[in-house]
């Protein structure tokens, strides 16, 4: 690469000085990034176990649902159902991960909490399908809210990891070697100089020698 | 905050049973115009949206997962799970392989 510098001791300085700066920069990119991708990896692992979860819970869900469905005349579970008991209360925060925000949610339940008190209609008009359901969507929904937590979580970190990457590498392929090649263009430059200077001496030594013998 | 469910009528109204709001649609447009008001309304915290729905509305799905609130989450419906292969690759690309 070309180096465009005027070779002198102070450019000289300057240049190690920036070197010195990129390298520890770079030493400090480093071990961020290994550090957001070590928790990007548990990250990972953990939605892959909660997608599963609740991929099997909800299944499970809906086909209670449907035998419900099938079991019973549909206004009378539209009417079973018209007044949902439970009300959830949802909040957000975020929370910092290396300096990347992610959500955090927390939530809970408004009125009634007590197991029994989630159906909202009597036992005696409906089937107990419908029962398995909602008590299976109830107890997935929490599981299905760190999810998205979760989710959301590998995605801001990835793109976190991105960003960190690119400049690990720009530092490390482009702007380090470029500062090493510049001192050393200047080293050698005014090494060069210095050679130069010494013969010049000299010879003029001896011209002054040979005039005075 | 509140949590919005979108998707079809089953779903909708079993997460209705668990206490979260949704709206039921029936075609990509309705989905889209659901998922829009959503977005808008201020107090939305985290989207439910079925996976069936959100592949028809697949590009809209994904500019909204670019802003950090709210959170949109794709859920399986009643059919079952479909594959999900965007988070997949990106975790390979990102890890390298």
């Known amino acids: ?213 | 905050m509140n949590i919005i469910v979108i998707g079809d009528r089953d779903t909708v109204t079993g997460f209705r049973l668990a206490g979260v709001e949704g709206w039921h649609v029936d075609t990509p447009q309705e989905a889209g115009a659901a998922l829009e008001k959503a977005l808008a309304a201020r107090d939305t915290g985290l989207i439910l949206i079925t996976q069936r729905w959100s592949a028809a509305i697949r590009s809209e799905v994904e500019v909204a997962r670019r802003r950090i609130m709210p959170v949109v989450v794709e859920i399986p419906d009643r059919r079952g799970p479909m594959d999900e292969v965007s988070l997949t690759r990106k975790v390979h690309s990102i890890i390298g392989i």
Do not use: C
């Open chain 1, 1 to 213: 690469m070309e180096v465009r510098v005027s070779p002198t001791r102070m450019q000289l300085l300057r240049t190690r000085k920036r070197l010195a700066v990129a390298v520890r920069g770079h030493k400090l990119l480093k071990d961020k990034r290994d550090e957001l991708m070590k928790k990007f990896l548990a990250l990972v692992r953990r939605n892959k176990e909660l997608r599963e979860e609740v991929e099997e819970k909800l299944g499970k869900a809906f086909k209670s649902f449907l035998m419900a469905r099938a079991v019973m005349p549909p206004e009378v579970i539209e009417e079973a159902i018209m007044y949902p008991k439970r009300v959830l209360e949802f909040d957000a925060t975020s929370v910092n991960i290396l300096s990347v925000k992610v959500p955090k949610f927390s939530w809970a339940e408004k009125g009634e909490a007590q197991e029994s008190e989630i159906y909202p209609y009597g036992p005696a008009a409906t089937a107990s399908e419908l029962d398995f359901a909602i008590g299976s969507l109830a107890e997935v929904l929490p599981k299905m809210i760190e999810l998205a937590e979760v989710e959301k979580s590998v995605e801001l970190l990835s793109a976190e990891i991105e960003k960190t990457r690119r400049r690990v590498n720009a530092l490390e392929y482009v702007l380090i070697p470029q500062l090493e090649e510049t001192a050393r263009y200047i080293t050698m430059k005014l090494d060069e100089m210095e050679r130069g200077n010494l013969t010049r001496l000299m010879k003029v030594k001896e011209i002054v020698r040979e005039r005075g013998a």
